[in-house]
């Protein structure tokens, strides 16, 4: 036989795939894998990946194969997730994106440095720890202080963190685990440190008072990715930290200021200029009132020297001015100016050299500079202010308005804009040698729409608060140097205090100085910018052995938060780029587009898609993260009820090849990615579609009295045509798959697999093979080798995507059969075969329709347009009986001497080659509803037909067409109008 045993096996080195490692993929010693490794009788994600683990860890100490691919190293860093909690589905993209990028890139023989760690994520680790605290012991972090506080946050590290690892493992990553780091750990810490103090040094580093987003209920500074804008359209109440009753917003304030000296209007009251504001309670530290130069219901006031306004709660007036970034639109076109709570009032007070006057505390309680509502909470003394407002009639009207209201994404508190001590990293120059990178070329981002992005962000940056007040984070490693005798105050940078106490000396020149360390923490992002390079040793000269990397992968919402920071830091410290490739995903979204939330109860974790769940566990899990404070209980029961909407009978198991392969299907670059869990069902299906082509495969080698791992190579052995069509399929699917991970549209490559698996190989190959394997004929031995390689090249090249499957179905069948797959690339025949797999499926459509069954002794007859016709349809002939599942197949040609039996039931056309006709058994009666229904089915191809054919008529009778289409583009509408034409005269013929 010539297909067995043909050739020595090695590897095949080809057009479309490196050799695969066998080190990615395992597979059996046994010379015959069938006998020792039965297979399941259908596929079952639990025990087929307990068995890759179990493989796993017998790997663990067998000396590693020698590839015979040697690319060199290949470097990534996955974004490290919050130590807060589990994986959800967003770092499950990620997560798995980078780890088929990885495993191919293992199988193209590089050696993948796959980097894994977890973020210490201050704000939302210290809020998460704080409920936690309070449920489970009614304190407050200040009542428990800030070491015994500390020490519960690296207890509830060391409990999440490992988990964060072991659903990383679960999902399949391959990651190296030698060099797990955590942000807070010693070498990150000395290297956030050293990062610091060289910044410091070197004037990039400053700190000055300045207007930061404050959240009243943390006492800190956060950044702009942890403020939510929410969108009021209406009136509406919203719960408030610090607040007992909810507190109303959506409302615009109509208030006087009286000019001093004014005149005195007609009706005897005093000139004043109406102000409008969502936010009366700034009132007290209001320093002006604006309004645009051009404004004419205000230039009357531009001639005077000087228009002084007299504020309602201060003994003092504060000026009129003008200026053009004033919005006339708004309220009445006149604004207050309160630097010390606004941007736009802090940047307009700069311009006009304005002092700000502070209101409320950290805590968001007025000042005692305010006796009148000393202490009051911020929304309490709106109330107060507009009813005092009222009193001295000042207040002239309050309607409904919409705004954005800026929360804390963490604490749900509303936002206080203030001004505060802080440190800022001055980013102009950083940003503009981040830019320069993608300017001259060297940096590449995908999808490209995001190089616009990139540029926006750091072509407006501004400096950065790195600072935070709370506990939980990097020490700012900056201290406070206070000269004995004159008591003006210095800061240092230093890695130690020892280190700070001798440049203190040095600065001030004598001993005499107190020295204080900087109590607050900095940005969780500050350390996240520097992970390329501080993972991989530095400031340890070895971490050039380890950098740069060779793709940054992450999701765009971060784009400048972390990755336009990690390039800036990179630059700035290393000299070099921490990478030169960006790929960034979409935000993942339930099936119907919205953004997971609590309210929506949309949000489904990883682990209950792979191992299924009930609607009482999905329920009883919201229950637990209320318990330990992690969710407020309001929010419990509208939880509840979306998922009891999303998921009314649970979730069904899916495995974690499913959840990998339906991530993949999507665009990652899409802006958004709409996850159906019903789509991870739909491919755990697929997945055991393949088991059961591994199962027939298998069968149909025993009973011919061969192995699988006998099948070695195809050259040279004389294979059948659709045995070609099949090893064409998937020479080209091979081909797309490798195309799309240099274009990383990884959707495209599931998508040929898919359709390779599921369509040509199992539902038309496998099929046709049957009769000749049952039969054992000569042709079954060459069916069954057809059968292994394509299993064998095809699972390799889902194994990224579909790891444990796909090791434990490769157990089967050799690993390295030989076969030239370029020659098999025939468009010719793939044509041909394409055009009868057509022909059965309008045949299938018809029986379907018309609910012919076996038991009806179905009877084809295919009617060829002509002679060349005909010859391609006896070609296929046993195919097409075996895909129709018609017990007789006949062949005539369509013309004048055609015998079209009147008895004929059912009848249509099935493209330019051919109509066909159906005949059931006499004993199974045809009803006049059936005659109706095909009768009205081929009116109305037959109509879709002639609009078809009148479409391209009119496009070969426009003079524009003639004139600018080439000769092939003519030659095809010409063919495409004759086949239209005969398809419709047969159908014609046929219901005559």
Not at 98 to 125: F, K, L, N, S
Request: with cysteine; aromatic share 8%; proline share 5%.
């Amino acid at each position: 036989m010539q297909i067995i045993r043909n050739f020595s096996r090695k590897l095949l080195k080809h057009q479309y795939l490196c050799p695969p490692k066998v080190s990615c993929l395992y597979f059996s010693t046994a010379k015959d894998a069938s006998k020792e490794l039965p297979l399941a009788p259908g596929y079952q994600p639990k025990p087929v990946e307990e068995a890759y683990w179990e493989r796993e860890k017998r790997q663990i100490n067998l000396p590693k194969p020698k590839s015979g691919c040697k690319r060199g190293p290949y470097r990534m860093l996955l974004p490290p997730p919050n130590v807060t909690g589990n994986l959800h589905l967003g770092h499950a993209l990620m997560a798995t994106v980078q780890d088929v990028i990885a495993r191919e890139r293992r199988q193209m023989g590089y050696e993948v440095d796959w980097v894994p760690g977890t973020d210490h994520a201050g704000i939302a680790t210290q809020v998460v720890v704080e409920r936690t605290i309070a449920a489970a012991q009614g304190k407050t972090r200040q009542e428990l202080g800030r070491q015994a506080f500390l020490d519960e946050v690296w207890r509830w590290k060391a409990d999440k963190g490992a988990g964060i690892v072991q659903d990383l493992q679960k999902l399949g990553c391959r990651l190296n685990w030698e060099r797990e780091y955590f942000t807070m750990d010693e070498k990150q810490a000395h290297a956030v440190n050293v990062a610091f103090e060289r910044l410091f040094d070197e004037g990039l580093i400053v700190r000055r008072n300045s207007l930061v987003n404050w959240s009243p209920s943390l006492r800190s500074a956060i950044s702009d990715i942890e403020v939510d804008l929410v969108d009021i359209k209406a009136p509406m109440e919203i719960a408030v930290p610090g607040h007992e009753r909810n507190v109303l917003f959506g409302r615009i304030y109509d208030f006087a200021y009286r000019i001093v000296d004014g005149e005195t209007l007609p009706d005897g009251s005093v000139e004043e200029i109406l102000v409008s504001t969502t936010r009366p309670e700034t009132i007290l530290g209001d320093v002006a009132v604006a309004v645009h130069p051009l404004d004419p219901r205000y230039s009357k006031y531009r001639n005077r020297e000087e228009v002084r306004l007299q504020h309602p709660f201060r003994n003092d007036t504060i000026p009129l001015i003008f200026d053009i970034a004033v919005d006339q639109e708004f309220g009445t076109g006149a604004v207050k100016i309160t630097p010390a709570h606004d941007k736009f009032d802090f940047e307009v007070a700069t311009r006009h050299k304005l002092a700000p006057s502070q209101v409320f505390t950290e805590t968001g309680h007025v000042m005692d500079t305010h006796p009148e509502f000393e202490g009051k909470p911020r929304f309490e003394a709106r109330e107060l202010i507009v009813n005092k407002l009222e009193e001295m009639d000042l207040l002239r009207e309050v309607r409904a308005h919409s705004m954005q209201l800026p929360m804390c994404s963490r604490s749900k508190d509303i936002i206080e804009y203030m001004i505060q001590p802080q440190w800022f990293l001055k980013c102009k120059d950083l940003a503009k040698n981040a830019l320069s990178e993608l300017h001259s070329g060297r940096l590449q981002i995908q999808p490209p729409s995001f190089e616009t992005e990139w540029e926006r962000w750091l072509q407006d940056s501004r400096d950065w608060c790195i600072s935070r007040q709370l506990w939980w984070g990097h020490q700012v490693p900056a201290y406070q140097v206070t000269e004995s005798a004159k008591g003006t105050s210095h800061w240092v940078a230093a890695l130690s205090e020892e280190a700070a106490r001798r440049k203190a000396k040095q600065l001030v020149g004598s001993d005499e100085f107190t020295l204080k360390r900087d109590p607050d923490v900095l940005d969780t992002w500050f350390s996240s910018s520097l992970l390329p390079f501080s993972v991989a040793g530095w400031p340890d000269e070895s971490y050039k052995e380890r950098y740069p990397l060779d793709l940054m992968q992450t999701g765009h919402d971060i784009l400048f938060f972390w990755v336009a920071r990690m390039m800036m830091m990179g630059l700035k410290l290393t000299g070099e780029a921490p990478f030169q490739r960006i790929l960034l995903n979409g935000i993942v979204c339930d099936a119907q587009g919205r953004k997971m939330s609590k309210s929506l109860g949309n949000i489904v974790a990883p682990q209950q898609v792979v191992q299924g769940a009930s609607l009482e566990s999905l329920k009883a899990g919201l229950e637990q993260s209320c318990e330990a404070g992690i969710i407020k209980p309001e929010e419990l029961r509208t939880s509840k009820a979306g998922l009891t909407k999303m998921f009314p009978k649970g979730i069904q198991e899916c495995g974690t090849d499913a959840l990998r392969f339906t991530l993949m299907s999507h665009n990652i670059k899409s802006h958004f990615i709409s996850f159906d869990v019903n789509a991870c069902h739909t491919n755990k299906l697929f997945l055991n579609k393949i088991w059961q082509a591994m199962r027939f495969t298998m069968g149909s080698a025993k009973g011919l009295g061969v192995a699988l791992q006998d099948f070695e190579s195809l050259n040279g052995v004389n294979l059948g045509l659709w045995d070609r069509w099949i090893l064409g399929r998937l020479a080209e699917t091979l081909s797309i798959v490798c195309e799309s991970f240099i274009t990383n549209n990884f959707h495209v490559a599931t998508a040929a697999l898919k359709t390779f698996f599921y369509q040509n190989l199992c539902d038309t190959y496998l099929e046709t093979t049957k009769t000749a394997i049952s039969n054992r004929e000569e042709s079954a031995y060459i069916h069954v080798g057809t059968l292994t390689a394509c299993l064998s090249w095809g699972l390799q090249a889902m194994s990224p995507f579909t790891p444990f499957v796909a090791s434990e179905l490769l157990q089967h069948v050799p690993m390295n059969v030989e076969l030239n797959l370029s020659k098999f690339r025939d468009q010719k025949l793939e044509d041909e075969v394409n055009e009868m797999v057509n022909i059965c499926q309008s045949v299938r459509q018809v029986k379907s329709r018309n609910e012919i069954s076996k038991r009806h002794h179905p009877h084809l007859t295919l009617f060829a347009q002509n002679a060349k016709s005909q010859d391609i349809l006896r070609r296929h002939l046993p195919q097409i009986k075996v895909l129709t599942r018609c017990e007789v197949v006949d062949l005539e040609l369509m013309d004048e001497n055609a015998n079209i039996p009147e008895k004929q039931n059912f009848f249509s056309t099935a493209g330019a080659l051919c109509s066909f006709g159906i005949t059931i058994s006499e004993e199974v009666g045809l009803t006049s509803e059936k005659r109706d229904e095909m009768h009205q089915a081929n009116v109305k191809k037959l109509r879709r037909l002639v609009t078809e054919l009148q479409k391209y008529r009119l496009r070969l009778d426009n003079e524009a067409f003639q004139l600018m289409a080439n000769k092939d583009t003519k030659l095809h509408f010409e063919n495409k109008v004759k086949e239209l034409q005969a398809e419709i005269d047969s159908l014609i013929r046929l219901a005559a």
